[in-house]
């Protein structure tokens, strides 16, 4: 996409060029050792290790890659924690249909088998996919990410389906052949940023309820409900609008009695990537400002992000309080599970002293505490996103979300601590939230 479509990446980068973690993984691994983080959690490219997609030829060099990043991490006493899917589907299984081809769910259960046999001696915390409404929205439903199907009301939900089920499998293949042996843990990871309603009007409080089953109960609901299956306020809500648009059925493919009792309880913990908040309203919709038909038409209301604190992105707007009503939906809708949050941070445009995502760090923090000390939320692990600058899919490299920054011009990518890293450092050694948001550090970290 980013070859064939450069401007569909804000500052027409690609990723051919960017952190070189490939070659570079040891500097990394520095890095962690510099914060003294307890885990680290990186991904597995599919295509990396299965370089046909199927299961049938290992790639040794994939192999050992990534053998030897678990290695080091085991021998310094950081817990590898993998993510298996994040995105990159080797492009032959697209031209198949990807994520819309029901047989994708074997697919990926025999991705995973191998990654499990390979790996599992040492890897005791697997993820099966990072974010399925990113996947099948954006992908799609749309034309944001790859690979811009643009199927728009019917693409984001037939991915939808498979996602769940294709996490499912891959849970069911470690739980009945691996996880006595290997005595680990695997779930999902649910994007979470909250939805809630402009204003205290009926209308609105019902647009914030509907636009958080859209947002994370499409993914949630059937893995950690006890009813299982899509949740009834989408479900209705796409019946309607199939019906109104003349389709002779929901545009939202529906689940067997037997897949649905597949999905429920896959999930040994709750992955959690949050960033922010968006304010729904119905009192200024107009019929036709979305696609028809469309996930935001079927949705069916205007959203904002009110006045609170800019990031670089508007996903990163600071709302802190956010982050405790996500969490506080999460124990009150998926049966209280064990909550690993899995991503969490700030965007800038760079610079090596970023008071701003320090006050963000501290601010959702804060909020998350609340979230535990007050709410009762089983908050497991906190994820800082990210280590370091990366290539942001639409964004590229212009928006940076490290910890250390990285010299993309640079051909050994160096990368060098930025405040934040000091920061979050005595944030692990201490246990303790500090609130003074300028770090004074006299000597450069470099990497």
Request: aromatic fraction near 14%; include cysteine; charge should be negative.
């Amino acid at each position: 996409m980013c070859h064939n479509n450069p401007e569909s990446i804000k500052d027409r980068t690609n990723a051919d060029d960017a952190c070189k973690s490939f070659e570079f993984y040891k500097r990394d691994i520095e890095m962690l050792k510099f914060l003294g983080v307890q885990f680290y959690r990186f991904s597995i490219s599919w295509t990396r290790v299965l370089p046909t997609g199927f299961a049938n030829k290992i790639s040794e060099t994939g192999y050992e890659y990534y053998n030897n990043i678990i290695n080091d991490l085991v021998a310094l006493n950081i817990e590898p924690v993998v993510t298996m899917y994040h995105w990159d589907l080797p492009q032959n299984l697209q031209d198949l249909g990807g994520w819309a081809n029901p047989l994708i769910v074997e697919w990926f259960g025999d991705y995973t088998r191998v990654l499990y046999k390979l790996f599992g001696d040492r890897v005791k915390t697997w993820i099966t996919i990072n974010e399925p409404k990113q996947i099948g929205l954006f992908g799609y439903g749309g034309k944001r990410m790859a690979p811009q199907l643009n199927a728009s009301g019917v693409g984001e939900y037939l991915a939808a389906k498979n996602l769940v089920l294709a996490h499912a499998r891959a849970w069911h293949i470690y739980d009945e052949e691996f996880r006595d042996v290997q005595k680990g843990v695997c779930g999902i990871t649910i994007a979470s940023d909250f939805r809630d309603a402009v204003t205290d009007s009926a209308e609105d409080v019902e647009a914030g309820l509907d636009a958080v089953q859209f947002e994370i109960g499409l993914y949630s609901h059937p893995i950690f409900s006890s009813k299982g299956g899509f949740p009834d306020r989408v479900v209705k809500r796409v019946a309607a609008k199939s019906a109104e648009q003349g389709y002779s059925r929901s545009r939202l493919p529906e689940f067997t009695l037997e897949e649905i009792e597949y999905v429920k309880g896959t999930s040994d913990f709750y992955g959690f990537n949050h960033y922010s908040t968006r304010f729904y309203t119905r009192d200024t919709y107009k019929s036709g400002s979305n696609p028809i038909p469309s996930y935001d038409d079927d949705i069916g209301a205007d959203f904002t992000y009110l006045d609170y604190e800019k990031g670089a992105l508007p996903h990163v707007t600071v709302i802190p309080h956010g982050i405790r009503k996500a969490l506080k939906w999460v124990k009150d809708n998926c049966n209280n599970p064990p909550i690993f949050i899995t991503e969490n941070g700030f965007g800038t445009f760079g610079g090596l002293k970023d008071p701003e995502r320090i006050s963000y760090y501290i601010k959702y923090l804060d909020s998350i505490l609340d979230a535990i000390e007050i709410d009762g939320c089983n908050v497991t692990r906190y994820t800082a996103w990210s280590l370091m600058d990366n290539f942001e899919w639409d964004s590229g490299l212009s928006i940076k979300f490290g910890l250390f920054e990285v010299d993309f011009n640079d051909e050994k990518k160096k990368r060098t601590a930025r405040s934040s890293a000091v920061w979050y450092k005595k944030l692990i050694a201490t246990r303790l939230l500090d609130y003074n948001i300028n770090v004074t550090e006299l000597e450069e970290h470099v990497f």
